[in-house]
């Protein structure tokens, strides 16, 4: 693109045919932070080589500030919607190339469709696949692209529907159960693959070593939550040599063996609690603050989740569901231990 810009290693993103830089913008964590901050984040990253932005209608004000920082720029977006509706997601489309001041979006992405009802809606008539199909045809949009938490749902899709040019799914040291069937699929159906959560979410420690190692799996693009220019800094870093040293590899498996058993993926296999713990919730609290910030996760009712915490009387259900062996009594408790020493979601 720009030629004074450093050249980061590129991919081409499926049937997109875009040549993505391996390492992009995950554009959640910057609603969080003073819009200057944001805004010289996203500048920061561009002007180190990042050419893949990643955004979404539901990041409040996440799509604005990118098309502040890099109006006038020559760089790729992709952006989404959680409405199910053709009229709905179509009216979408509209708001977020107004925000990222854009005449076309090069993906736009049906957000979080995490199981197969949801799939199944999306999919049918008039639903929100088919206003991405109008907004393609009318040159709104250049490509359509599907997110999810469950590798499953994201394989039906793929299977059933060819407009899918990517899929957006965590994929990071912990969670790499991907590799076994999404990962050959995409590479069969020419789909290109958005890692999201490389970091866990931010839970990981050597966040910089996680993401190289995600980066040189064979997906597409990983794309780290960045808020300030600092954190752009570390994550492109480590996209400057992706071969893996030893001792790197022996970090890695460290963090695996640490985090495996304590890491929620959000499957929600375990639910629903026959006394109505709200255990994933929970468990994903953490990353929602770090991200979102705790005053958004009030609003989305935070106080309940925690509250249910006390509900649970160990019975034990939820550990014969979860086949990642998790600790859940155990981690929901030290999760609202946590919760409740964060001013924000205890003042009223
Ligand atoms: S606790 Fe286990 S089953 Fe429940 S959502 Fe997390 S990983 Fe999935
Ligand atoms: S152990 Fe607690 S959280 Fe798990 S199913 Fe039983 S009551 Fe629910």
């Known amino acids: 693109m720009t030629s004074n810009r450093p050249i980061l290693a590129t991919r081409r993103l499926g049937k997109t045919d875009l040549e993505v830089t391996v390492v992009g913008f995950g554009g959640i964590p910057i609603q969080i932070v003073p819009e200057d901050v944001a805004v010289a984040a996203v500048r920061r990253a561009y002007e180190l080589g990042i050419n893949f932005f990643d955004t979404a209608r539901g990041y409040t004000n996440s799509e604005e500030r990118i098309g502040k920082a890099l109006h006038g720029r020559d760089y790729f977006v992709a952006t989404k919607s959680g409405n199910r509706e053709a009229e709905g997601v179509y009216r979408d489309v509209e708001r977020s190339l107004a925000n990222l001041r854009r005449r076309q979006i090069d993906l736009y992405q049906l957000h979080g ?4 009802d949801e799939l199944d809606n999306v999919l049918a008539a008039g639903g929100a696949l088919e206003g991405l199909r109008r907004a393609r045809e009318e040159g709104k949009i250049a490509h359509i692209g599907i997110t999810g938490h469950r590798r499953e749902t994201l394989v039906n899709a793929i299977q059933r529907c060819d407009d899918f040019a990517s899929v957006q799914v965590p994929f990071n040291v912990v969670e790499d159960e991907i590799l076994d069937n ?4 995409c590479a069969e159906r020419d789909v290109g693959i958005i890692a999201m959560k490389p970091i866990g979410g931010g839970n990981f420690t050597n966040a910089p ?3 190289k190692w995600c ?3 064979p997906i597409t693009v990983a794309i780290p939550g960045m808020a300030t220019p600092q954190e752009v800094e570390e994550d492109v870093g480590a996209a400057h040599d992706l071969e893996m040293t030893a001792e790197e590899q022996a ?3 460290r963090m695996r063996s640490e985090l495996s058993h304590r890491t929620c993926r959000r499957c929600r296999y375990c639910e ?4 109505g713990v709200q255990i994933s919730s929970l468990l994903h609290g953490r990353s929602i603050i770090r991200r979102m910030g705790a005053a958004r996760w009030k609003e989305w009712g935070a106080v309940e989740v925690i509250a249910s915490v006390d509900l649970c009387t160990e019975c034990g259900e939820c550990l014969e569901k979860c086949p990642y062996e998790l600790p859940i009594p155990e981690l929901i408790r030290e999760a609202a231990a946590h919760y409740r020493t964060v001013p924000e979601l205890t003042e009223d």
Do not use: G, K, R, S
């Open 251 to 253: 970090a890695i498996e």
């Open 272 to 275: 629903p609690c026959p006394q």
């Open 209 to 211: 070593l996680a993401v």
């Open 113 to 116: 469709v995490n199981n197969d």
């Open 182 to 185: 999404l990962v050959p699929l």
């Open 215 to 217: 980066m040189a799996q």
